[in-house]
Every structure is written in structure tokens, then in C-alpha cells.
């Protein structure tokens, strides 16, 4: 990974300078993204929801962080759920840390089977519960820890 120092970050969603800086720019990050193993038909399907795609900062520090928090394939939860690049990670914590007092033992594991879970309110989450606890599953963490999908 790039030093921090040799990331130039320049918003383009405030840029008004000449287009074709904005078209390099562009440019560069869809390289940048090439360079850390996303497709370019990924790539080009990101560029639809977000036209000037994220800074190369945003995704050295949510590769970053996610690995530090124990996620062994950020690229693929990113490939996944790409709007994991606009959550904080005082959020992804508290997601983590909101999974393990419900009782998951290994809510990384969820996640990484299932990122959408990071977008979930608790309050889904519990109601999810106790909904298939209401039906009669004895075990709905089990459940849901096997098949994260539940959710």
C-alpha cells in the first residue's frame, strides 16, 4: 500500500476547475482501484452510483481498517457492499460490538459472509430476533450466525 503522504486527495464533488482534471483525476482513481484488485466492470458499476468514485484514500484507509479490525478480505466486503467506503468505522465498531452483546460469538464472520449487516439498525436486528423467536425457533443466533442472510 501507498504511504499516506503520497496520497494527493482532491474532492471532486467540490471541484469546479477545468474538466479534463476532473477526467484525469478520475482517471487516476479508476487505476488506483485497478492496482488493488477490483474489476473494471466493478469499477464501472461503482462509477454509476458515485461518478467520481473514492479518493484512493478512502480505500487505503477502509482496507486498512478493516483488516485491523480483523476482516481478512476487505476487497471482496467492499466488492460487495461498496457503500462500506462511506461508513465510519465508529459505526462499523459499534456494529461489532452491538453483534457480540446479542450474543454472536463471531459477528466478523457474519459480516464478512453478509456486509449488508452493516447497514442494518439493531433495531431490524432485534426484531428479526424475536420474530423468529415468536415462531418458534429456539436458537435464532445460531440460525442467523449459519445463514447471515436471515437477517
Known amino acids: 500500500m501507498r504511504e499516506q503522504a503520497e496520497i494527493e ?17 478520475v482517471g487516476k482513481r479508476r487505476e488506483y482501484f485497478l492496482g488493488h484488485g477490483f474489476s473494471p ?30 476482516f481478512t478480505d476487505p476487497n471482496k466486503m ?4 461498496p ?14 460490538s452491538g453483534l457480540r452483546e446479542r450474543g454472536f460469538s463471531d459477528p ?21 430476533l424475536a420474530g423468529l423467536r415468536e415462531r418458534g425457533f429456539s436458537d435464532p443466533n445460531k440460525m442467523i450466525a449459519s445463514s447471515p442472510a436471515i437477517l
Request: glycine share 6%; no cysteine.
Open 9 to 25: 486527495q482532491i474532492d471532486l464533488r467540490r471541484y469546479h476547475g477545468e474538466p479534463e482534471v476532473k477526467a484525469e483525476e
Open 41 to 70: 466492470e466493478w469499477i464501472d458499476s461503482l462509477a454509476e452510483v458515485r461518478p467520481t468514485l473514492f479518493a484512493p484514500q478512502v480505500l487505503e484507509e477502509h482496507t486498512t481498517g478493516l483488516l485491523q479490525r480483523g
Open 78 to 81: 467492499i466488492t460487495s457492499l
Open 83 to 96: 457503500a462500506i467506503l462511506g461508513y465510519t468505522f465508529d459505526n462499523i465498531d459499534a456494529k461489532l
Open 108 to 128: 466478523n464472520k457474519m459480516i464478512a459472509s453478509s456486509p449488508a449487516i452493516l447497514g442494518y439498525t439493531f433495531d431490524n436486528i432485534d426484531a428479526k
